[in-house]
């Protein structure tokens, strides 16, 4: 127990603290909503134009509306430039960021069109996924869909013995020395919660924990959540200051 | 409630819901409060979730992101921002961007493309090219017949229906006709009055002007979005006539 | 959408009585506000709003081989992205032409205005030289992408500094305080003919109304013409010169906001 209390993070958090939150609804006049969400220097926008006529017609669905995410970043947003354009990485981000949303978007009622959701990571220091589906989650909203609850995102990783929430870059890329090698010794865990019925509609995990440390991992992201939610509300009760 | 999928194509089946075209029965000048979806909005079994709202057990939820309206009997949410829901009944503005051997397709700024067939139009169509009656980009004030699965029928079988020539046309937030419209259409009323111009209120959010100047109908659209970009404002009223006054002397 | 026949024919009659829709005058922009440092994983960044057009751009350098033409001179590439996020006349999709041709707008006024200089990019001759590489991001379309997007690569580029270098690689994350050799801003400013007249900074509307359109790129005080471009209808001798008179003028008057909101960002 000692050993946690003296644990310090690089930039001073304590384990259980996110870095600082900024959250702002409206933010791209052309699209039906918008918003912007960042953890430190993690920084997110997005935009939603939908339901919209979905070309071409074999990609319809006639039972209910579809919602295509699409998860980009800006070549400037990382320390190597990215290269433009789609890779594995972001059309893997795209889908699962999509499976977190989906169960509280109500599109039934609109079959056979598409909400497009785009989200654009402009500045990234790890937990990029978790702000994307932040942002998405207020565009939605702002975009007023018939949305049964809001949902938040955040990483929870785990360096050396302790949990911590909301990784960085610098933790993320935290290494041990084994053998005189230098390896990998962070495990990031990007989970996503409902805002009402808390229930968890994104779990990935990458690394190593013992199986019986899930239940903690989870159950700090959920406390982690339920203040991001509160920032959500914050932001798409401000709109009218925008 | 969300629009069923079945087609309605009489008014009578729409008796039941709420419908943005009936705007007498919403207190626009009331200060009202935002609330997201998944936020608890009332408690008890007495009370009934209308639009946008839902029960769960006890309880009524927001649907979704808008201004709350309670009273004792009925909780709902009016919506703030969000795409057109096309409805039978509704009466739009569309622009014409295919043309076909029968009829026009038409956008109406909603999630469905909507078509004109030769057939609901007033008179006898002779012509073997239609674009001769109705060109590409021009637009037309028609009334939804029908809203199928994947298009929407429209008709301009009805008084008032035709082309729009001249003016301008400009795009608001479909959320917020309700509240250009007015009580009993009050608030289009007095911007015709003071501006001299005649105006047509799609509710999918497409707005036509028409004035004797152009200066006129930039002075009624402005007005008009002084309604559109300002939910929250309580008193808009008052600040439109203040706007057209201030405007009127020029 | 397309623009109806009616806007279209209303903004033709407006602009012909030499007023416009939301009461500018023919030759006057929008507002522009320049922020930048918007990505700290940039060594340059900015975004800029002009009325309600936003673009990002942003800097980032690497350490690469010359081309074999010139071994002591560093490298310029310029990119734009038109994301549907922007505007929904926007595709995903690979770059279309339009995205293409704004790259190369604003890569040419760089280059031809000798604002960089390339020299001073070479660390060793025929063996390694910087690499600029200049994205240029729209988050939102309302109108005069070309210019708002030129006076983005410029913001980015006036606080743009070299990374550090650790044994021949670069240390990306950390920033020395030496600004990459950009001086002497190249100012774009496009002039779109619509029914007859010339207006600056247009709305979409607007854009969708005109029927043609020149880029001019110039630097001041000397007042040197870099690169022009013209797009769409014919245009007389005469038609060009007030083009370029208006661009000049209204270049002037920027160079200055720009420096201006420069110094103070």
Request: with cysteine.
């Amino acid at each position: 127990m000692t050993k946690e209390k003296e644990f310090k993070r690089a930039d001073g958090r304590a384990l259980d603290e996110t870095r600082e939150i900024k959250a702002k609804v409206g933010i791209i006049k052309n699209a039906d909503g918008s918003a912007m969400f960042s953890f430190g220097k993690s920084k997110a926008i997005a935009a939603v134009y939908g339901p919209r006529v979905l070309h071409p017609q074999h990609l319809q669905n006639p039972e209910k509306g579809i919602l295509r995410c699409h998860y980009d970043m800006t070549p400037f947003s990382v320390s190597e430039r990215k290269r433009p354009g789609p890779n594995r990485r972001s059309s893997e981000i795209s889908f699962v960021t999509g499976k977190a949303l989906e169960p509280v978007l109500q599109i039934q009622n609109y079959p056979n069109t598409v909400v497009d959701c785009y989200i654009l990571i402009v500045e990234a220091d790890a937990s990029t996924r978790c702000a994307g589906i932040n942002a998405a989650s207020l565009a939605l909203a702002n975009a007023g869909l018939p949305m049964n609850e809001l949902v938040a995102a955040v990483s929870i990783g785990k360096t050396g013995d302790s949990f911590v929430v909301d990784l960085s870059k610098e933790e993320e890329d935290f290494t041990i020395m084994k053998d005189g090698e230098e390896i990998k010794a962070a495990t990031d865990i990007p989970i996503s919660m409902l805002s009402r019925s808390e229930k968890i509609s994104l779990i990935q995990l990458d690394g190593k924990i013992k199986a019986s440390e899930l239940k903690e991992a989870i159950a700090l992201a959920k406390k982690s959540c339920r203040e991001i939610i509160k920032i959500q509300k914050k932001a798409l009760k401000e709109v009218k200051d925008n | 409630m969300p629009y069923r999928r079945e087609n309605y194509t009489n008014r009578e089946d729409m008796k039941e819901e709420e419908t943005r075209e009936m705007p007498e029965e919403i207190d626009h000048e009331k200060s009202r409060d935002i609330v997201v979806p998944g936020e608890i909005l009332a408690k008890g079994k007495e009370i009934l979730p209308g639009e946008g709202t839902r029960r769960e057990g006890e309880e009524i939820v927001s649907s979704r992101f808008g201004l709350l309206d309670k009273t004792d009997r009925l909780v709902k949410v009016i919506p703030l921002s969000g795409a057109y829901i096309p409805r039978a009944g509704n009466t739009v503005i569309g622009q014409i961007v295919d043309v076909n051997f029968n009829g026009w397709n038409i956008d109406v700024l909603s999630s469905y493309q909507a078509f004109l067939p030769v057939m609901e139009c007033f008179g006898y169509i002779n012509k073997k090219d239609l674009t001769e009656v109705y060109d590409f980009n021009e637009i037309l004030v028609v009334k939804i017949r029908a809203v199928k699965p994947r298009s929407i029928e429209l008709t301009m079988k009805e008084k008032g229906l035709k082309k729009l020539e001249g003016g301008m046309l400009i795009k608001v937030n479909s959320a917020r006709v309700p509240r250009i419209i007015g009580k009993a259409g009050s608030m289009v009323k007095t911007i015709k009055d003071e501006t001299n111009c005649n105006i047509i209120v799609g509710q999918n959010g497409l707005v036509w002007i028409k004035g004797e100047r152009v200066e006129d109908e930039i002075i009624a659209k402005k007005a008009i979005e002084i309604i559109s970009e300002k939910p929250f404002e309580v008193g808009l009223t008052e600040k439109v006539k203040e706007f057209l006054e201030k405007n009127k002397k020029k | 959408m397309e623009i109806s026949t009616v806007m279209k024919k209303r903004i033709e009659e407006i602009i012909s009585k030499e007023k416009r829709i939301d009461d500018r005058e023919l030759i006057e922009s929008r507002e522009l506000e320049i922020e930048i440092g918007i990505s700290s994983k940039a060594e340059g960044s900015a975004q800029v709003k002009l009325g309600d057009t936003e673009v990002l751009a942003g800097i980032k350098l690497d350490l690469v081989e010359p081309f074999r033409d010139s071994p002591d001179a560093g490298v310029l590439t310029v990119n734009a992205e038109l994301s549907p996020l922007a505007s929904d006349r926007f595709e995903s999709g690979p770059p279309g032409v339009k995205t293409i041709e704004l790259a190369r707008l604003i890569d040419r006024g760089l280059r031809n205005s000798e604002c960089i200089d390339f020299k001073k990019l070479c660390v060793k001759k025929g063996e390694k030289v910087w690499s600029l590489a200049v994205d240029i991001y729209p988050i939102n379309d309302a109108g005069n992408l070309i210019d708002a997007s030129a006076i983005a690569s410029i913001a980015a580029l006036s606080v743009a500094v070299f990374p550090e270098v650790k044994e021949d690689k670069v240390q990306y994350g950390e920033l020395t305080n030496k600004k990459i050799p950009f001086t002497n801003l190249p100012i774009t400013v496009t002039v779109y003919k619509v029914d007859g007249k010339f207006i600056i900074d247009p709305t979409t509307e607007e854009e969708d109304a005109s029927v043609a359109r020149v880029t001019f790129t110039f630097t001041y005080p000397n007042e040197d013409l870099h690169s022009m471009q013209k797009v769409g209808d014919e245009l007389s001798e005469d038609e060009l010169i007030e083009m370029e008179e208006i661009a000049l003028k209204e270049g002037k008057r920027l160079n200055t906001k720009i420096t201006g909101l420069l110094k103070k960002a």
